[in-house]
């Protein structure tokens, strides 16, 4: 799989992280859809993505790019509560609390779901890595042994 490959972006968690990288994803042209657990959350992530102190309109506002520029890439971003909407995606970021238990949770049922060639779970890893450091592995040992779970 390429860079060329990647048309549909899934992103797990509309926080502060998931948020940020789904506008940025956005804003480079990319489909995305975003799932966090609820309409409300998604709701007030949108906002903050659309309308927040760094958010896409208040940088046509701040002259960073075009009134057409932000319509196009609120128009990339998509909201969804259902685990089961990020099946069909090409790339996979996840960015939900940093709980070892929920991530494994959250991968394993994918693993179990998912169609799509490609994951990205920077989070995920670190959190392998930084346990594996605490038992005094190597982590690039400790996350290759995690990958088959993704
Ligand atoms: N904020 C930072 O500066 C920062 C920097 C580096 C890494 N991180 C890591 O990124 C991850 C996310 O951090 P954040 O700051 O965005 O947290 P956040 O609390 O702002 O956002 C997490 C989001 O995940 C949602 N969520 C919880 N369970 C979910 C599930 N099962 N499926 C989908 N969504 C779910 C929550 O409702 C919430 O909206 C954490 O692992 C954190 O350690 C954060």
Redesign the pocket.
């Known amino acids: 799989m390429t860079a060329d490959d990647i048309k549909l972006i899934g992103v ?9 990288i789904s506008q940025t994803f956005a804003q480079f042209g990319y489909q995305v859809i975003v ?4 309409d409300e ?1 998604l709701a007030r ?1 949108r906002d903050t993505i659309e309308n927040g102190r760094f958010g896409i309109r208040t940088a046509v506002t701040r002259g960073l790019m075009t009134k057409e520029q932000a319509q196009t890439a609120i128009d990339c971003i998509s909201y969804t509560a259902r ?1 089961e909407d990020l099946r069909d995606v090409d790339l996979l970021v ?6 070892l238990e ?2 494994q ?2 991968f394993g049922r994918l693993g179990q779901d998912h169609q799509s060639a490609g994951h990205l779970c920077l ?1 995920y890893l ?2 392998c890595h930084r346990r594996a450091r605490a038992r005094g592995e190597r982590p690039a040992q400790a996350a290759l042994r995690r990958l088959p779970l993704v």
């Open positions: 797990m968690g509309s926080g502060v992280m998931g948020g940020g799932r966090d657990l609820n959350i992530s685990a996840e960015a939900i609390p940093e709980r929920l991530k949770s959250e989070e670190w959190l």
